[in-house]
């Protein structure tokens, strides 16, 4: 295989990296991964198989390599995010301020809600046997 074979088929994929904004930030999480573990690994004087963080860095690295080559390869770009979660969410806490303020501004409101009382204890009226009578009598 010639020099030129080999240009030939590695430029689309040149050409797809310069504008995949993905595969670039995937790229460049797998570098910066690689980068750590050889700074733990040139510290702690530790192999993969016994230090988890320095595993872990590597395995992350390994996940960001293999996504952005999925990404050169099918033209995936990033993931649009997604408001659905976020809107329910926020629609939720909306209706309980709503309640809340509601609440808090309207006497009525409360009191039906919380009860005639304000919510609190009442405390029992003394009864004729409490008062000191004799039980049964």
Do not use: C, H
Not at 108 to 132: H, I, K, N, Y
């Amino acid at each position: 295989m010639t020099a030129s074979d080999t240009a030939a088929r590695v430029t689309p994929y040149i050409e797809e990296l310069l504008e995949n904004d993905y595969a670039r930030e995937n790229l460049r999480d797998a570098a910066q991964n690689l980068r750590g573990a050889y700074v733990r690994a040139q510290k702690r004087r530790a192999k993969a198989a016994s230090d988890e963080r320095l595993r872990r860095q590597v395995q992350a690295a390994a996940r960001s390599i293999t996504e952005a080559g999925r990404a050169l390869r099918s033209g995936r770009r990033k993931p649009e995010a997604r408001w659905g979660r976020r809107l329910v969410f926020l629609l939720g806490l909306a209706g309980v301020a709503a309640v809340g303020i509601a609440l808090a501004a309207d006497e009525e409101l409360r009191a039906a809600v919380l009860g005639s009382d304000g919510g609190g204890q009442q405390e029992a009226e003394p009864t004729p046997a409490a008062e000191g009578a004799p039980a049964g009598v």
